[in-house]
């Protein structure tokens, strides 16, 4: 056998390292702190308009409800790293 089709998936994956989880550099508007919050920490939601686009999440310092607007880049970063996102239907 050739290629792939006699790869086991033991040997596939051998030698691989363990892949650190995505982390992303966030700060409280609120309590000022700064901190880093896995993909798993964080919603994204993308709406029709960038005034309907943003993220949030749950500050760990003071646990206040944080909105933040997420542009082209800040979409592409969260979701690239895994972020869950809601898309956000317009009913007009």
Excluded at 53 to 74: L, N
């Amino acid at each position: 056998m050739s290629g792939a089709q006699g790869m086991s998936v033991t040997s596939a994956f051998s030698g691989m390292t363990r892949v650190d989880p995505v982390v992303f550099k966030a700060a409280c508007p609120d309590c000022r702190a700064h901190f880093e919050l896995s993909a798993n920490a964080l919603r994204l939601a993308i709406g029709a308009t960038p005034r309907t686009t943003f993220y949030s999440f749950t500050c760990p310092e003071c646990e206040a409800a944080v909105r933040k607007p997420a542009g082209e880049r800040i979409v592409e970063l969260l979701t690239g790293g895994g972020v869950r996102t809601l898309r956000l239907h317009s009913t007009v």
